[in-house]
T-cell receptor, first 110, second 114 residues
Framework: QQPVQSPQAVILREGEDAVINCSSS?????VHWYRQKHGEAPVFLMI?????EQKGHDKISASFNEKKQQSSLYLTASQLSYSGTYFC???????????FGKGTRLSVIA | GAGVSQTPSNKVTEKGKYVELRCDPI?????LYWYRQSLGQGPEFLIY????????DSGLPNDRFFAVRPEGSVSTLKIQRTERGDSAVYLC????????????FGSGTRLTVV
């Protein structure tokens, strides 16, 4: 089943923070986060495995709440280069293909 | 190669024709995935290969779609009797260990059926 992402779209000024959420109705094994710029391929950001871990990647971090089957992506002090569509992909067990959400369109303006 | 290569990058075909889309994954990546993406949507799963065999083909929409990976590297997605609804960007991804490094996607093939 497709995970639900929110919000659908967000506009930020440079330096502002944002949170993107990804929820599933099924128990999850892992959550992946990808960013896709217009006309380009999705690019892997990070993976979170069940166990409720949190990860960071420069000023982008994420958490995974196993009990709620929810992951959140945190973008702090946003930069123009953060603009794009963010997708979460969920996996219900190891070695099963990812099911992607519909994406969250992030626009960072000067 | 350095990345996942997909050819052609664009394909325009007439309704009813047969098309083949090619994916050359990163060398050594045993897992290969095909997705398709329509405008404003997330990638939609089609089929997953582990080595030469299709581990999961549950996403193929109907029997007009077929994919092979005969030697465990290059894969070809084949679509027979194309329909206008098949128009989309077809993405291929590969992975060495999805649970660690995620997927590496190719730039996709934009298929337009006229």
């Amino acid at each position: 089943q497709q995970p639900v992402q929110s919000p659908q779209a967000v506009i930020l000024r440079e330096g502002e923070d944002a949170v993107i959420n990804c929820s599933s109705s099924k128990a999850l094994y892992s959550v992946h986060w990808y960013r896709q710029k217009h006309g380009e391929a999705p690019v892997f950001l990070m993976i979170l495995l069940k166990g409720g871990e949190q990860k960071g990647h420069d000023k982008i971090s994420a958490s995974f709440n196993e009990k709620k089957q929810q992951s959140s992506l945190y973008l702090t002090a946003s930069q123009l280069s953060y603009s794009g569509t963010y997708f979460c992909g969920t996996e219900i067990s190891g070695n099963t293909p990812l099911v992607f959400g519909k994406g969250t369109r992030l626009s960072v303006i000067a | 190669g350095a990345g996942v290569s997909q050819t052609p990058s664009n394909k325009v075909t007439e309704k009813g024709k047969y098309v083949e889309l090619r994916c050359d994954p990163i060398s050594g990546h045993t897992a290969l995935y095909w997705y398709r993406q329509s405008l404003g949507q997330g990638p939609e799963f089609l089929i997953y290969f582990q080595g030469t065999g299709a581990a999961d083909d549950s996403g193929l929409p109907n029997d007009r779609f077929f994919a092979v990976r005969p030697e465990g590297s290059v894969s070809t997605l084949k679509i027979q009797r194309t329909e206008r609804g098949d128009s989309a960007v077809y993405l291929c991804a590969s992975s060495l260990n999805p649970g660690v490094g995620g997927y590496t996607f190719g730039s996709g093939t934009r298929l337009t059926v006229v």
